[in-house]
């Protein structure tokens, strides 16, 4: 087991209030999972995941009860999942996850931030090629035994297992599937009573883009501003 594999994340994003947005893409996770799950963690394996997420964010447990309430009334907002594909400069390719209820307002935004900060959006396929859709669950070291939980999950659709710190320099274990083996893991991991940091699905591109300090500037500054939509929800890119 060694040292995992990230792509670089990218940091102006921190200065631009993180928390709130953090608390929103939760806020539209926990709707999204309420109306195809239910409001009972228990029974909703969706919901226990976004809870956990929550909890990694330091999203107040009121604010989590209330938006599982929200989620769970008639006049819940109805969230369209949609992901929309284009290149950054220098060809690093990109994909937008966007969660909206007005999916003509979101194109319009996706597609003026790729225009103005030099990059192109495509057509669905363009570039979703070049990743691989995991699952990515995060863990803390602490009281693990690394080799033998490693042992256990390869029965049970483990991909790959590592070393990675968090955002704050602290060790974690990350650990990756096959998207289709998510649930099988997870449900592996509540059978060992290990409660992840996260668990998530994230993609992950097969041929990284490396680029020079300047260039990397180019493209970090459309990510910034796309992860600013309120619309957007996740981005994923290539840029090693």
């Known amino acids: 087991m060694g040292r995992m594999f990230e792509v ?32 009972d963690p228990a029974s909703n394996p969706s919901l226990r995941r976004v809870i956990q997420n929550a909890r990694a964010v330091n999203m107040p447990k009121d604010k989590v009860e209330s938006a599982i309430k929200r989620a769970s009334g008639r006049d819940a907002t109805n969230y369209t999942e949609i992901i929309y594909e284009g290149y950054a400069p220098h ?37 979703s090629f070049v990743f691989r859709k995991l699952g990515v669950f995060r863990l ?9 939980l490693e042992l256990y999950l390869m029965d049970h659709g483990l991909d790959e297992m590592g070393d990675t710190t968090g955002e704050n320099g602290e060790p974690q274990i990350l650990i ?56 957007v929800q996740r981005v994923f890119h290539t840029l090693a």
């Open 8 to 39: 670089r994340k990218h940091t102006m994003f921190a200065r631009w209030n993180r928390m709130a947005k953090q608390f929103a893409k939760i806020g539209k996770d926990i709707t999204i999972a309420v109306k195809s799950g239910g409001p």
């Open 140 to 148: 803390n070291p602490e009281g693990i035994d690394h080799d033998d």
């Open 91 to 127: 060809g690093v390719a990109v994909l937008v996850e966007a969660a909206t209820d007005n999916p003509t307002r979101t194109v319009a935004g996706v597609r003026n931030v790729f225009s103005k900060h030099g990059g192109n959006m495509g057509a669905t396929g363009s570039v």
């Open 176 to 231: 990756r599937c096959a998207f289709d083996e998510f649930g099988n893991l997870q449900k592996a991991l509540e059978a060992r009573h290990i409660t992840p940091i996260s668990a998530e699905h994230e993609y992950i591109p097969t041929t990284p883009t490396e680029l020079p300090e300047e260039q990397a500037k180019e493209v970090l500054e459309l990510l910034d501003k796309m992860e600013q939509d309120d619309d």
